[in-house]
C-alpha cells in the first residue's frame, strides 16, 4: 500500500498546520480511494503522501520524505516493525507514570484498554510504562511492538 500511495500523481493540498497520525483530516480535503483496502484512503498534504482511515476521515500513516516504500498490508492487519531509534530515544526521554497489569508484558501482545497510550511525535506509535517497563505500542491494534529495557 505504501508503495502505491507514494507513486501517486495526485495535487498537494496545503494546511497551515503539519499533519499528525490519529487527526481527523478536514472534511473538505479528498480523499483518493486505495485499490484492494477499500477502507483505507490517500491524499498529500504539504506535500507528503498521507494514508486516510476513510471510515472515521482519520490519519493512519505519514509517509515522509528519504522513507524506503515497502509493500504492506493495512496498518492494523499487521505487527509492526521494531521502532527507530529516534522512537526509543523519545520514550526513555519522556517517563509516564506506570500502571500495573495482571500479566507479563509481551510483545505481540494488546495491552488492556484501560492502559493510556501516549503519542509518539511525527511516527506511528505510541507508548506506555506498564509493571515498570516502558512499552512502545501500535496505537491501533494496541500490540506492544518493543519492550525498552
Known amino acids: 500500500m505504501v508503495n502505491y500511495v507514494a507513486e501517486q ?3 498537494s493540498i496545503t494546511l497551515d498546520r503539519e499533519v499528525a ?14 485499490p484492494r ?5 490517500y491524499t498529500v498534504i504539504n506535500n507528503e503522501p498521507v494514508i486516510v482511515d476513510r471510515r472515521v476521515h482519520r490519519v ?9 516504500a515497502t509493500p504492506i498490508a493495512p496498518p492494523a492487519r499487521v505487527v509492526m516493525a521494531p521502532p527507530p531509534a529516534p522512537v526509543r530515544e523519545y520514550v526513555v526521554e519522556h517517563e ?5 497489569i495482571d500479566r507479563e508484558v509481551e510483545i505481540g501482545q494488546p495491552l488492556p ?21 516502558t512499552t512502545i ?8 511492538v518493543d ?3
Open 21 to 34: 497520525i490519529g487527526e481527523p483530516l478536514p472534511s473538505d480535503v479528498q480523499v483518493y480511494e486505495v
Open 113 to 133: 484498554e484501560t492502559v493510556s497510550l501516549y503519542r509518539v511525535p511525527r511516527y506511528r506509535y505510541e507508548y506506555a510504562t506498564v509493571n515498570g517497563e
Open 37 to 41: 483496502y477499500r477502507e483505507y484512503g
Open 60 to 68: 493512519v500513516d505519514i509517509i515522509h520524505e528519504g522513507r524506503a
Open 147 to 149: 519492550v525498552v529495557r
Open 96 to 100: 509516564v507514570p506506570s500502571v500495573t
Open 9 to 11: 500523481p495526485v495535487p
Open 137 to 144: 505500542v501500535d496505537p491501533y491494534t494496541r500490540q506492544v
